[in-house]
Protein backbone atom coordinates (compact mmCIF):
# COMPACT_ATOMS: atom_id res chain seq x y z
CA UNK A 1 0.00 0.00 0.00
CA UNK A 2 2.82 2.49 1.11
CA UNK A 3 4.53 1.54 -2.19
CA UNK A 4 1.67 1.81 -4.64
CA UNK A 5 1.35 5.64 -2.99
CA UNK A 6 4.55 6.62 -3.18
CA UNK A 7 4.17 5.70 -6.94
CA UNK A 8 0.90 7.52 -6.81
CA UNK A 9 2.80 10.54 -5.93
CA UNK A 10 5.17 9.96 -8.16
CA UNK A 11 3.18 10.00 -10.77
CA UNK A 12 1.47 12.89 -10.05
CA UNK A 13 4.84 14.90 -9.71
CA UNK A 14 6.16 13.72 -12.81
CA UNK A 15 2.37 15.17 -14.60
CA UNK A 16 2.73 18.70 -12.86
CA UNK A 17 6.30 19.25 -14.13
CA UNK A 18 5.16 18.45 -17.58
CA UNK A 19 2.17 20.93 -17.66
CA UNK A 20 5.08 23.41 -15.67
CA UNK A 21 7.11 23.27 -18.82
CA UNK A 22 4.14 23.01 -21.19
CA UNK A 23 3.09 26.40 -19.16
CA UNK A 24 6.56 28.04 -19.86
CA UNK A 25 6.54 26.72 -23.70
CA UNK A 26 2.80 28.66 -24.21
CA UNK A 27 4.83 32.10 -22.36
CA UNK A 28 7.65 32.04 -24.68
CA UNK A 29 4.99 31.41 -27.73
CA UNK A 30 3.44 34.41 -26.72
CA UNK A 31 6.45 36.54 -27.22
CA UNK A 32 5.80 35.36 -31.32
CA UNK A 33 2.50 36.95 -31.33
CA UNK A 34 1.53 40.42 -32.28
CA UNK A 35 -2.05 40.04 -31.90
CA UNK A 36 -3.31 41.27 -27.79
CA UNK A 37 -6.03 38.71 -27.47
CA UNK A 38 -4.04 35.71 -28.85
CA UNK A 39 -1.28 37.43 -25.88
CA UNK A 40 -3.74 37.52 -23.56
CA UNK A 41 -5.07 34.03 -23.92
CA UNK A 42 -1.42 32.30 -23.68
CA UNK A 43 -0.72 33.84 -20.53
CA UNK A 44 -3.88 32.78 -19.03
CA UNK A 45 -3.10 29.42 -20.68
CA UNK A 46 0.25 29.65 -18.73
CA UNK A 47 -0.68 30.41 -15.51
CA UNK A 48 -3.63 27.38 -15.27
CA UNK A 49 -1.12 25.16 -16.73
CA UNK A 50 2.27 25.88 -14.91
CA UNK A 51 0.55 27.07 -11.66
CA UNK A 52 -1.96 24.10 -12.02
CA UNK A 53 0.32 22.97 -8.75
CA UNK A 54 0.48 25.94 -6.98
CA UNK A 55 -3.19 26.49 -7.08
CA UNK A 56 -3.78 23.18 -6.59
CA UNK A 57 -1.45 23.53 -3.17
CA UNK A 58 -2.57 25.76 -1.82
CA UNK A 59 -6.41 25.98 -1.77
CA UNK A 60 -5.83 21.76 -1.14
CA UNK A 61 -3.97 22.64 1.78
CA UNK A 62 -5.47 25.59 3.01
CA UNK A 63 -9.38 23.73 3.49
CA UNK A 64 -7.80 20.20 4.59
CA UNK A 65 -6.00 22.27 7.69
CA UNK A 66 -8.60 24.63 8.10
CA UNK A 67 -11.23 21.81 8.37
CA UNK A 68 -8.97 19.90 11.05
CA UNK A 69 -8.04 22.96 13.17
CA UNK A 70 -11.57 24.44 12.98
CA UNK A 71 -10.51 28.02 12.03
CA UNK A 72 -8.85 29.64 8.77
CA UNK A 73 -5.28 28.38 7.96
CA UNK A 74 -4.05 29.67 4.48
CA UNK A 75 -1.37 28.39 2.68
CA UNK A 76 0.96 31.04 1.95
CA UNK A 77 0.53 29.65 -1.63
CA UNK A 78 -3.43 31.12 -1.72
CA UNK A 79 -1.23 34.71 -2.00
CA UNK A 80 0.67 33.58 -4.98
CA UNK A 81 -2.96 32.75 -6.43
CA UNK A 82 -4.72 35.39 -5.64
CA UNK A 83 -1.74 37.71 -6.64
CA UNK A 84 -2.01 36.21 -10.06
CA UNK A 85 -5.41 36.08 -10.69
CA UNK A 86 -5.26 39.75 -9.66
CA UNK A 87 -2.63 40.14 -11.72
CA UNK A 88 -5.17 39.08 -14.20
CA UNK A 89 -8.05 41.27 -13.28
CA UNK A 90 -6.13 44.09 -13.54
CA UNK A 91 -5.51 43.26 -17.22
CA UNK A 92 -1.16 42.35 -16.46
CA UNK A 93 -1.67 39.20 -17.78
CA UNK A 94 2.31 38.96 -18.55
CA UNK A 95 3.16 40.03 -14.85
CA UNK A 96 0.70 36.82 -13.71
CA UNK A 97 2.27 34.76 -15.92
CA UNK A 98 5.83 35.16 -14.85
CA UNK A 99 4.89 35.54 -11.18
CA UNK A 100 3.37 32.08 -11.51
CA UNK A 101 6.67 30.06 -13.58
CA UNK A 102 9.15 32.38 -11.00
CA UNK A 103 7.13 31.16 -7.74
CA UNK A 104 6.86 27.72 -9.44
CA UNK A 105 9.68 26.75 -10.17
CA UNK A 106 11.63 28.07 -7.24
CA UNK A 107 9.10 25.61 -5.53
CA UNK A 108 10.14 23.10 -7.96
CA UNK A 109 13.51 23.91 -7.03
CA UNK A 110 13.22 23.71 -2.96
CA UNK A 111 11.34 20.38 -3.64
CA UNK A 112 14.97 19.39 -5.81
CA UNK A 113 16.70 20.42 -3.06
CA UNK A 114 14.95 18.96 0.00
CA UNK A 115 14.66 15.29 -2.10
CA UNK A 116 18.37 15.58 -2.40
CA UNK A 117 18.98 15.49 0.88
CA UNK A 118 16.80 12.88 1.68
CA UNK A 119 18.25 10.85 -1.14
CA UNK A 120 21.72 11.40 0.25
CA UNK A 121 20.41 9.47 3.64
CA UNK A 122 17.71 6.71 1.90
CA UNK A 123 20.87 5.73 -0.31
CA UNK A 124 20.74 3.70 3.08
CA UNK A 125 17.74 1.84 2.27
CA UNK A 126 19.44 0.02 -0.82
CA UNK A 127 22.11 -1.46 1.07
CA UNK A 128 19.12 -4.38 1.80
CA UNK A 129 20.23 -7.92 0.71
CA UNK A 130 16.28 -9.20 -0.72
CA UNK A 131 18.01 -12.99 -0.48
CA UNK A 132 21.08 -15.49 0.60
CA UNK A 133 22.52 -18.90 0.08
CA UNK A 134 21.37 -20.61 2.96
CA UNK A 135 23.74 -23.93 3.73
CA UNK A 136 21.71 -26.88 4.45
CA UNK A 137 22.73 -30.38 6.29
CA UNK A 138 23.57 -32.23 3.27
CA UNK A 139 26.26 -29.24 2.54
CA UNK A 140 24.53 -27.73 -0.21
CA UNK A 141 22.81 -24.15 -0.29
CA UNK A 142 19.41 -22.80 -1.35
CA UNK A 143 18.33 -19.17 -1.74
CA UNK A 144 15.54 -18.27 0.64
CA UNK A 145 14.61 -14.17 1.31
CA UNK A 146 17.00 -13.19 4.05
CA UNK A 147 13.38 -12.28 6.45
CA UNK A 148 13.30 -16.42 6.43
CA UNK A 149 16.68 -16.77 8.47
CA UNK A 150 17.22 -18.10 11.56
CA UNK A 151 19.67 -17.48 14.02
CA UNK A 152 22.45 -19.87 13.77
CA UNK A 153 21.80 -20.75 10.18
CA UNK A 154 25.24 -20.98 8.48
CA UNK A 155 25.23 -18.53 5.28
CA UNK A 156 27.61 -18.66 2.07
CA UNK A 157 28.85 -15.25 1.22
CA UNK A 158 30.09 -15.45 -2.57
CA UNK A 159 33.16 -12.65 -3.38
CA UNK A 160 32.28 -9.13 -4.61
CA UNK A 161 28.61 -9.91 -2.83
CA UNK A 162 26.73 -8.32 -0.05
CA UNK A 163 26.60 -10.31 3.52
CA UNK A 164 22.81 -10.53 3.92
CA UNK A 165 22.38 -10.11 7.55
CA UNK A 166 24.75 -9.65 10.84
CA UNK A 167 26.53 -12.76 12.14
CA UNK A 168 30.16 -14.24 12.86
CA UNK A 169 32.59 -15.43 10.97
CA UNK A 170 32.78 -18.99 10.58
CA UNK A 171 36.17 -19.48 8.07
CA UNK A 172 39.87 -18.49 9.67
CA UNK A 173 39.89 -14.78 7.75
CA UNK A 174 38.11 -12.62 5.01
CA UNK A 175 38.50 -9.07 3.86
CA UNK A 176 35.32 -7.32 3.81
CA UNK A 177 34.35 -3.24 3.09
CA UNK A 178 31.96 -2.13 6.00
CA UNK A 179 32.45 1.91 4.77
CA UNK A 180 28.34 1.86 3.92
CA UNK A 181 28.24 0.82 7.83
CA UNK A 182 30.97 2.90 9.62
CA UNK A 183 32.17 5.27 7.53
CA UNK A 184 35.76 3.54 7.65
CA UNK A 185 36.99 3.55 4.27
CA UNK A 186 39.72 1.42 4.55
CA UNK A 187 38.41 -2.26 4.34
CA UNK A 188 38.66 -4.58 7.53
CA UNK A 189 40.40 -7.59 8.30
CA UNK A 190 38.43 -10.18 10.24
CA UNK A 191 39.30 -13.43 11.85
CA UNK A 192 36.97 -16.38 13.23
CA UNK A 193 34.29 -15.47 15.33
CA UNK A 194 34.94 -11.57 14.38
CA UNK A 195 31.41 -9.95 13.93
CA UNK A 196 30.40 -9.12 10.28
CA UNK A 197 27.56 -6.45 9.11
CA UNK A 198 24.76 -6.97 6.78
CA UNK A 199 24.63 -4.40 4.05
CA UNK A 200 28.77 -4.83 3.75
CA UNK A 201 30.89 -6.15 0.92
CA UNK A 202 32.70 -9.27 0.71
CA UNK A 203 36.17 -8.26 -0.77
CA UNK A 204 37.91 -11.87 -0.13
CA UNK A 205 37.18 -15.69 -1.11
CA UNK A 206 33.94 -17.34 -0.10
CA UNK A 207 33.13 -17.22 3.60
CA UNK A 208 30.78 -19.13 5.67
CA UNK A 209 29.47 -16.98 8.13
CA UNK A 210 26.57 -18.29 11.41
CA UNK A 211 23.66 -15.81 11.51
CA UNK A 212 23.20 -13.72 14.87
CA UNK A 213 20.60 -11.54 14.36
CA UNK A 214 16.98 -11.58 12.44
CA UNK A 215 16.60 -9.48 9.78
CA UNK A 216 14.81 -6.77 11.11
CA UNK A 217 17.33 -6.79 14.05
CA UNK A 218 20.40 -5.60 12.54
CA UNK A 219 22.44 -2.92 12.47
CA UNK A 220 21.41 -1.45 8.80
CA UNK A 221 17.63 -2.48 10.01
CA UNK A 222 18.70 0.12 12.79
CA UNK A 223 19.88 2.79 10.99
CA UNK A 224 16.68 2.32 8.42
CA UNK A 225 15.06 2.82 11.53
CA UNK A 226 16.90 6.32 12.35
CA UNK A 227 16.91 7.50 8.96
CA UNK A 228 13.01 6.81 8.82
CA UNK A 229 12.54 9.29 11.80
CA UNK A 230 14.84 12.25 9.86
CA UNK A 231 11.59 13.19 7.71
CA UNK A 232 9.29 13.97 10.15
CA UNK A 233 11.34 14.76 13.31
CA UNK A 234 12.22 18.44 12.24
CA UNK A 235 13.87 21.48 14.35
CA UNK A 236 12.20 23.56 16.78
CA UNK A 237 12.78 26.67 14.14
CA UNK A 238 10.61 25.22 11.58
CA UNK A 239 8.26 23.72 13.58
CA UNK A 240 7.71 27.94 14.92
CA UNK A 241 8.00 28.77 11.07
CA UNK A 242 5.26 26.16 9.95
CA UNK A 243 3.08 27.33 12.92
CA UNK A 244 3.68 31.30 12.05
CA UNK A 245 3.28 30.74 8.61
CA UNK A 246 -0.66 30.45 8.65
CA UNK A 247 -1.03 33.56 11.23
CA UNK A 248 1.53 35.47 8.87
CA UNK A 249 -0.37 34.77 5.79
CA UNK A 250 -3.48 35.98 7.79
CA UNK A 251 -2.01 39.32 8.56
CA UNK A 252 -1.28 39.84 4.89
CA UNK A 253 -4.66 39.08 3.97
CA UNK A 254 -5.81 41.82 6.20
CA UNK A 255 -3.16 44.22 5.60
CA UNK A 256 -3.61 44.02 1.54
CA UNK A 257 -7.29 45.66 1.55
CA UNK A 258 -5.76 48.52 3.91
CA UNK A 259 -2.98 48.55 1.67
CA UNK A 260 -5.42 49.33 -1.08
CA UNK A 261 -7.57 51.89 0.51
CA UNK A 262 -4.71 53.84 1.85
CA UNK A 263 -3.03 53.98 -1.63
CA UNK A 264 -6.32 55.41 -2.75
CA UNK A 265 -7.43 57.99 -0.13
CA UNK A 266 -4.07 58.47 1.93
CA UNK A 267 -1.98 58.61 -0.90
CA UNK A 268 -4.16 59.59 -4.26
CA UNK A 269 -2.54 56.83 -6.07
CA UNK A 270 -5.62 56.24 -8.06
CA UNK A 271 -7.89 53.15 -8.08
CA UNK A 272 -5.99 51.15 -10.87
CA UNK A 273 -2.47 51.79 -9.37
CA UNK A 274 -3.52 50.85 -5.75
CA UNK A 275 -4.96 47.79 -7.03
CA UNK A 276 -1.52 47.21 -8.74
CA UNK A 277 0.46 48.13 -5.91
CA UNK A 278 -1.86 46.00 -3.70
CA UNK A 279 -0.90 42.66 -6.18
CA UNK A 280 2.60 43.35 -5.73
CA UNK A 281 2.27 43.98 -1.86
CA UNK A 282 1.15 40.02 -1.74
CA UNK A 283 3.96 39.00 -3.89
CA UNK A 284 6.60 40.90 -1.53
CA UNK A 285 5.12 39.96 1.62
CA UNK A 286 4.57 36.21 0.66
CA UNK A 287 7.19 34.33 2.70
CA UNK A 288 8.30 31.95 0.69
CA UNK A 289 11.84 32.55 1.91
CA UNK A 290 11.60 32.88 5.55
CA UNK A 291 9.16 28.86 4.80
CA UNK A 292 12.98 27.22 2.88
CA UNK A 293 15.06 28.79 5.39
CA UNK A 294 15.63 25.94 7.78
CA UNK A 295 14.49 22.68 6.18
CA UNK A 296 16.87 22.04 3.26
CA UNK A 297 19.30 23.25 5.49
CA UNK A 298 18.33 20.67 8.45
CA UNK A 299 18.18 18.07 5.95
CA UNK A 300 21.35 18.76 4.01
CA UNK A 301 23.03 18.74 7.75
CA UNK A 302 21.69 15.51 8.47
CA UNK A 303 23.15 13.97 4.97
CA UNK A 304 26.27 15.15 6.10
CA UNK A 305 26.55 13.33 9.37
CA UNK A 306 25.04 10.60 7.60
CA UNK A 307 27.86 10.32 5.20
CA UNK A 308 30.46 10.83 7.90
CA UNK A 309 29.04 7.72 9.94
CA UNK A 310 26.84 9.72 12.26
CA UNK A 311 23.21 9.21 12.27
CA UNK A 312 20.72 11.50 14.12
CA UNK A 313 16.74 10.44 14.30
CA UNK A 314 15.69 14.38 13.41
CA UNK A 315 17.40 17.73 12.59
CA UNK A 316 15.75 19.25 15.89
CA UNK A 317 18.86 16.99 17.97
CA UNK A 318 21.17 18.54 15.25
CA UNK A 319 20.54 22.08 16.31
CA UNK A 320 20.41 21.39 19.76
CA UNK A 321 23.94 20.16 19.82
CA UNK A 322 24.90 23.93 19.34
CA UNK A 323 23.20 24.59 22.61
CA UNK A 324 24.62 22.18 24.43
CA UNK A 325 26.26 23.51 27.63
CA UNK A 326 27.33 19.92 28.98
CA UNK A 327 28.51 17.09 27.85
CA UNK A 328 28.34 13.51 30.28
CA UNK A 329 29.92 10.75 29.35
CA UNK A 330 30.13 6.92 30.82
CA UNK A 331 33.51 5.29 30.62
CA UNK A 332 33.52 1.84 29.71
CA UNK A 333 33.34 1.58 25.54
CA UNK A 334 32.65 5.49 25.34
CA UNK A 335 35.73 7.17 26.90
CA UNK A 336 37.54 3.95 26.93
CA UNK A 337 38.26 1.40 24.58
CA UNK A 338 36.01 -1.06 26.71
CA UNK A 339 38.88 -4.08 27.19
CA UNK A 340 41.91 -4.51 29.30
CA UNK A 341 45.83 -3.59 28.16
CA UNK A 342 48.54 -4.53 29.77
CA UNK A 343 50.02 -1.16 31.38
CA UNK A 344 53.15 -2.30 33.66
CA UNK A 345 55.18 -5.27 34.77
CA UNK A 346 57.57 -5.41 37.60
CA UNK A 347 59.53 -7.71 38.42
CA UNK A 348 61.44 -8.70 41.36
CA UNK A 349 65.23 -8.47 42.14
CA UNK A 350 65.58 -11.95 42.07
CA UNK A 351 64.40 -11.92 38.10
CA UNK A 352 67.53 -10.86 35.72
CA UNK A 353 68.00 -10.95 32.20
CA UNK A 354 69.07 -14.39 31.89
CA UNK A 355 65.77 -15.64 33.18
CA UNK A 356 63.54 -13.16 32.38
CA UNK A 357 62.46 -14.83 29.11
CA UNK A 358 60.96 -18.07 30.92
CA UNK A 359 59.32 -16.41 33.26
CA UNK A 360 57.34 -14.16 30.52
CA UNK A 361 57.19 -17.76 28.49
CA UNK A 362 55.51 -19.51 31.71
CA UNK A 363 53.33 -16.22 31.88
CA UNK A 364 52.22 -16.39 28.05
CA UNK A 365 51.28 -20.49 28.82
CA UNK A 366 49.47 -20.23 31.60
CA UNK A 367 47.25 -17.69 30.34
CA UNK A 368 47.06 -19.01 27.20
CA UNK A 369 44.57 -21.44 28.51
CA UNK A 370 41.80 -19.04 29.71
CA UNK A 371 39.49 -16.83 27.87
CA UNK A 372 39.47 -14.03 30.43
CA UNK A 373 39.89 -10.42 29.25
CA UNK A 374 42.85 -10.02 31.44
CA UNK A 375 43.98 -13.20 30.23
CA UNK A 376 43.63 -12.00 26.61
CA UNK A 377 45.42 -8.62 27.19
CA UNK A 378 48.17 -10.92 29.27
CA UNK A 379 48.46 -12.72 25.87
CA UNK A 380 48.33 -9.86 23.51
CA UNK A 381 51.36 -8.65 25.54
CA UNK A 382 53.16 -11.56 25.64
CA UNK A 383 52.18 -13.26 22.34
CA UNK A 384 55.95 -13.59 20.90
CA UNK A 385 57.26 -15.35 24.00
CA UNK A 386 57.83 -18.99 23.56
CA UNK A 387 54.99 -21.31 24.07
CA UNK A 388 55.36 -24.37 27.05
CA UNK A 389 53.14 -27.08 27.11
CA UNK A 390 51.99 -26.86 30.39
CA UNK A 391 49.45 -28.55 32.67
CA UNK A 392 47.21 -25.81 34.02
CA UNK A 393 45.00 -25.59 37.04
CA UNK A 394 41.96 -23.41 36.72
CA UNK A 395 40.15 -22.07 39.64
CA UNK A 396 37.33 -20.01 39.71
CA UNK A 397 38.06 -16.72 41.92
CA UNK A 398 41.66 -17.85 42.47
CA UNK A 399 43.86 -17.93 39.23
CA UNK A 400 46.05 -20.35 37.30
CA UNK A 401 48.34 -22.48 38.74
CA UNK A 402 50.93 -24.91 37.00
CA UNK A 403 54.14 -26.80 38.31
CA UNK A 404 57.32 -26.24 36.62
CA UNK A 405 60.96 -27.97 37.81
CA UNK A 406 59.30 -29.26 41.12
CA UNK A 407 57.74 -25.35 41.90
CA UNK A 408 54.36 -24.05 42.03
CA UNK A 409 53.28 -21.21 39.96
CA UNK A 410 50.07 -19.47 40.59
CA UNK A 411 49.13 -15.96 38.80
CA UNK A 412 46.27 -14.55 40.63
CA UNK A 413 44.86 -11.48 42.71
CA UNK A 414 47.09 -9.66 45.33
CA UNK A 415 47.32 -11.55 48.56
CA UNK A 416 49.41 -11.19 52.01
CA UNK A 417 52.59 -9.62 49.97
CA UNK A 418 55.29 -9.87 52.79
CA UNK A 419 57.39 -7.54 50.32
CA UNK A 420 57.39 -3.52 51.33
CA UNK A 421 58.39 -2.66 48.33
CA UNK A 422 55.66 -4.88 45.99
CA UNK A 423 53.11 -3.81 48.93
CA UNK A 424 53.44 -0.25 48.11
CA UNK A 425 53.30 -0.07 44.38
CA UNK A 426 50.25 -2.16 44.50
CA UNK A 427 49.25 0.65 46.51
CA UNK A 428 50.13 2.58 44.17
CA UNK A 429 49.07 0.81 41.15
CA UNK A 430 45.49 0.68 42.60
CA UNK A 431 45.16 4.49 43.83
CA UNK A 432 45.76 5.18 39.42
CA UNK A 433 42.69 2.70 38.92
CA UNK A 434 44.62 -0.30 37.50
CA UNK A 435 44.27 -3.88 38.11
CA UNK A 436 47.00 -5.67 39.98
CA UNK A 437 47.84 -9.13 39.00
CA UNK A 438 50.68 -11.43 40.54
CA UNK A 439 52.75 -13.76 39.47
CA UNK A 440 53.94 -16.02 42.64
CA UNK A 441 56.51 -18.68 43.03
CA UNK A 442 55.66 -20.87 46.20
CA UNK A 443 53.67 -18.35 46.97
CA UNK A 444 56.45 -15.77 46.70
CA UNK A 445 55.45 -12.81 44.69
CA UNK A 446 57.99 -12.62 42.27
CA UNK A 447 56.30 -10.03 38.88
CA UNK A 448 53.63 -7.72 39.28
CA UNK A 449 51.26 -6.97 36.19
CA UNK A 450 49.14 -4.04 35.83
CA UNK A 451 45.95 -3.37 33.17
CA UNK A 452 43.46 -1.07 32.74
CA UNK A 453 40.92 -0.18 29.91
CA UNK A 454 42.44 3.08 28.75
CA UNK A 455 41.09 5.94 26.93
CA UNK A 456 40.58 5.89 23.09
CA UNK A 457 42.21 7.39 20.69
CA UNK A 458 41.40 11.37 19.86
CA UNK A 459 39.48 11.58 23.58
CA UNK A 460 41.98 13.90 25.07
CA UNK A 461 41.19 16.40 21.97
CA UNK A 462 38.26 16.03 22.13
CA UNK A 463 37.57 16.88 25.76
CA UNK A 464 40.36 19.95 24.63
CA UNK A 465 37.65 21.18 21.74
CA UNK A 466 34.62 21.13 24.27
CA UNK A 467 36.76 23.23 26.69
CA UNK A 468 37.33 25.91 24.18
CA UNK A 469 33.78 26.01 23.33
CA UNK A 470 32.84 26.73 27.02
CA UNK A 471 31.44 23.12 27.12
CA UNK A 472 31.13 21.62 30.87
CA UNK A 473 32.80 17.66 30.69
CA UNK A 474 31.55 14.86 33.15
CA UNK A 475 32.44 11.31 33.45
CA UNK A 476 29.02 9.38 35.10
CA UNK A 477 30.69 5.67 35.52
CA UNK A 478 29.84 2.71 38.03
CA UNK A 479 33.52 2.26 39.12
CA UNK A 480 35.10 2.61 41.79
CA UNK A 481 35.96 6.28 42.36
CA UNK A 482 40.23 5.61 42.07
CA UNK A 483 39.70 4.48 38.94
CA UNK A 484 36.98 7.13 36.93
CA UNK A 485 39.60 9.52 39.00
CA UNK A 486 42.65 8.71 36.78
CA UNK A 487 40.84 8.36 33.59
CA UNK A 488 39.29 11.61 33.97
CA UNK A 489 42.37 13.25 35.28
CA UNK A 490 44.41 11.71 31.62
CA UNK A 491 41.83 13.03 29.26
CA UNK A 492 40.94 16.50 30.83
CA UNK A 493 37.64 16.08 32.63
CA UNK A 494 36.12 18.47 34.38
CA UNK A 495 33.60 16.79 36.67
CA UNK A 496 33.36 13.07 38.25
CA UNK A 497 30.53 10.76 39.67
CA UNK A 498 31.63 7.39 40.38
CA UNK A 499 30.29 4.40 41.96
CA UNK A 500 26.59 5.38 40.27
CA UNK A 501 24.07 3.03 39.36
CA UNK A 502 21.85 3.15 36.29
CA UNK A 503 18.75 4.92 38.04
CA UNK A 504 21.41 7.41 39.54
CA UNK A 505 22.41 8.49 36.33
CA UNK A 506 19.45 9.58 35.16
CA UNK A 507 19.06 11.59 38.41
CA UNK A 508 22.72 13.28 37.78
CA UNK A 509 21.62 14.06 34.58
CA UNK A 510 18.67 16.30 35.61
CA UNK A 511 20.50 17.67 38.10
CA UNK A 512 23.07 18.74 35.42
CA UNK A 513 20.30 20.09 33.26
CA UNK A 514 19.19 22.38 36.09
CA UNK A 515 22.99 23.88 37.05
CA UNK A 516 24.14 23.87 33.33
CA UNK A 517 20.75 24.03 30.62
CA UNK A 518 21.08 21.80 27.76
CA UNK A 519 22.45 18.57 28.31
CA UNK A 520 24.09 15.86 25.78
CA UNK A 521 24.89 12.14 27.46
CA UNK A 522 26.85 9.80 25.41
CA UNK A 523 26.84 5.95 26.47
CA UNK A 524 26.75 2.62 25.58
CA UNK A 525 25.23 -0.15 27.43
CA UNK A 526 21.80 -1.16 28.57
CA UNK A 527 22.73 1.03 32.31
CA UNK A 528 23.36 4.19 29.96
CA UNK A 529 19.40 3.94 28.56
CA UNK A 530 17.34 5.73 31.56
CA UNK A 531 20.40 9.10 31.16
CA UNK A 532 20.42 8.88 27.19
CA UNK A 533 16.59 9.38 27.87
CA UNK A 534 16.86 12.28 30.25
CA UNK A 535 19.27 14.24 28.38
CA UNK A 536 18.24 16.58 25.97
CA UNK A 537 20.48 14.67 23.41
CA UNK A 538 21.28 11.59 23.90
CA UNK A 539 24.13 9.72 21.84
CA UNK A 540 25.13 5.63 21.65
CA UNK A 541 27.68 4.19 20.13
CA UNK A 542 27.19 1.88 17.17
CA UNK A 543 28.89 -0.77 19.21
CA UNK A 544 26.69 -0.19 21.94
CA UNK A 545 23.74 -2.44 23.56
CA UNK A 546 20.62 -2.52 21.44
CA UNK A 547 18.41 -0.43 23.95
CA UNK A 548 21.17 2.27 24.17
CA UNK A 549 21.03 2.63 20.34
CA UNK A 550 17.04 2.31 19.96
CA UNK A 551 16.05 5.00 23.18
CA UNK A 552 19.31 7.66 21.78
CA UNK A 553 18.66 10.42 19.66
CA UNK A 554 22.21 9.87 17.83
CA UNK A 555 24.36 7.44 17.34
CA UNK A 556 28.02 7.23 16.18
CA UNK A 557 28.34 4.43 13.92
CA UNK A 558 32.12 3.88 14.08
CA UNK A 559 31.91 4.33 18.13
CA UNK A 560 34.33 7.03 17.62
CA UNK A 561 33.94 9.88 20.13
CA UNK A 562 36.21 11.98 17.71
CA UNK A 563 32.78 12.49 16.17
CA UNK A 564 31.72 14.76 18.57
CA UNK A 565 33.39 17.52 17.26
CA UNK A 566 32.18 17.16 13.54
CA UNK A 567 28.66 17.01 15.11
CA UNK A 568 28.97 20.23 17.24
CA UNK A 569 30.96 21.95 14.24
CA UNK A 570 28.12 21.03 11.90
CA UNK A 571 25.51 22.21 13.96
CA UNK A 572 27.21 25.52 14.79
CA UNK A 573 26.92 26.12 10.91
CA UNK A 574 23.96 24.82 10.67
CA UNK A 575 22.73 27.60 13.28
CA UNK A 576 24.53 29.90 11.23
CA UNK A 577 23.29 29.56 8.12
CA UNK A 578 19.37 29.37 9.44
CA UNK A 579 20.05 32.72 10.76
CA UNK A 580 21.48 34.48 7.93
CA UNK A 581 18.82 32.45 6.33
CA UNK A 582 16.12 33.99 7.82
CA UNK A 583 17.39 38.08 8.26
CA UNK A 584 18.20 37.91 4.27
CA UNK A 585 14.79 36.40 3.71
CA UNK A 586 13.15 39.05 5.88
CA UNK A 587 14.91 41.93 4.84
CA UNK A 588 14.20 41.64 0.95
CA UNK A 589 10.61 41.69 1.95
CA UNK A 590 10.98 44.71 3.65
CA UNK A 591 13.27 46.48 1.03
CA UNK A 592 10.41 45.13 -1.63
CA UNK A 593 7.89 46.41 0.76
CA UNK A 594 9.42 50.26 0.77
CA UNK A 595 10.17 50.24 -2.66
CA UNK A 596 6.74 49.59 -3.63
CA UNK A 597 4.94 52.11 -1.10
CA UNK A 598 7.33 54.39 -3.14
CA UNK A 599 6.27 53.23 -6.46
CA UNK A 600 9.59 52.23 -7.08
CA UNK A 601 9.06 48.38 -7.75
CA UNK A 602 6.87 47.13 -10.67
CA UNK A 603 5.25 43.48 -10.76
CA UNK A 604 8.49 41.64 -12.98
CA UNK A 605 10.73 42.99 -10.74
CA UNK A 606 9.08 42.08 -7.60
CA UNK A 607 8.44 38.67 -8.64
CA UNK A 608 12.36 38.23 -9.57
CA UNK A 609 13.65 39.82 -6.72
CA UNK A 610 11.02 37.82 -4.69
CA UNK A 611 11.92 34.17 -5.71
CA UNK A 612 15.19 35.03 -6.46
CA UNK A 613 15.87 35.52 -2.65
CA UNK A 614 14.08 31.84 -2.10
CA UNK A 615 16.54 30.40 -4.31
CA UNK A 616 19.05 32.10 -2.81
CA UNK A 617 17.91 30.65 0.49
CA UNK A 618 17.84 26.87 -0.40
CA UNK A 619 21.17 27.23 -1.81
CA UNK A 620 22.69 28.41 1.24
CA UNK A 621 21.26 26.32 3.03
CA UNK A 622 22.51 23.09 0.42
CA UNK A 623 26.01 24.50 1.69
CA UNK A 624 25.36 22.03 5.03
CA UNK A 625 25.68 19.26 2.21
CA UNK A 626 29.31 20.18 2.31
CA UNK A 627 31.85 18.32 4.18
CA UNK A 628 33.64 20.68 6.40
Not at 329 to 346: E, R
Not at 537 to 546: E, K, L
Not at 598 to 624: D, K, Q
Amino acid sequence: MEKQQKQHNHHDHKLLLILYFLGLSVFIGAFFIENETWKMILNIVTIVLSGSHVIYEGFKDTVVTSIEKKGFYPNVHVLMTIAAFGAIFIHEYYEGAMLILIFAGAHYIEDYAEDKSKREISKLMNLNVPLARLILNDGTFKMVKVEELQIGDKVLCLTGEQIPTDGILSDEEATIDEHMITGESMPKEKIKNDKVYGGTINLSKDFVMEVTHLAHDTVLAKIIHLVSQTQTNISRTAKVIKKIEPIYVNIVLILAPIFYLAGVYLFDWGHDESIYRMMVFLIVTSPCALAATDIPASLSAISNLAKNGILFKGSNYVSLVNDVRVVAFDKTGTITKGKPVVMDIVYANSINENNKSFYNSLIYSLEVKSTHPIAIALVEYFKNEKFMDLDVEQMIGYGLSTKVNEKLYHIGKPKSIKDDNFNNQVEVFQKEGKTVVVLYEDDNPIILMTLMDIEKDNIKETIDFLRKENITTVLISGDQTYTADYIAHRVGIDKVYANVLPDQKQQIIEELKQEYGYTMMLGDGINDAPALVSADVGISMGDGTDIAIDVSDGVFMKNDISKLKYTKQISKKLRRIVIENMIFAMGVVLFLVIMNVFGLMRMPIAVVFHEGSTVLVILNGLRMLKRL
